[in-house]
């Protein structure tokens, strides 16, 4: 199943949303980094990426958390690991 961008953002907003449920989505900019904007510490963030795994049963493997930075980071992983 293929998504569009747009609702892969919605998604991926939304479970990070079920961590941390301050989040204001509008004020995200999705080139900056998410834990800063969001001030999520580390395992927040890992509970996070294994949120999109239980989602979208993408394995993300501990060598690529450090690509994921930003929420564009994150649809640009996810779209190329769904292909």
Known sequence: MSLDRETLSATVVRLLR??????????????RSLRSQVDLDSMDWLNFLVSLHAHF????????????????????YLEAQRG
């Open 18 to 31: 079920a961590i941390a449920p301050e989040l204001e989505p509008d004020t995200l900019n999705p080139a």
């Open 57 to 76: 049963g993408v394995t993300i493997p501990e060598a690529d958390y450090a690509r994921l930075v930003s929420l564009n980071d994150v649809l640009d």
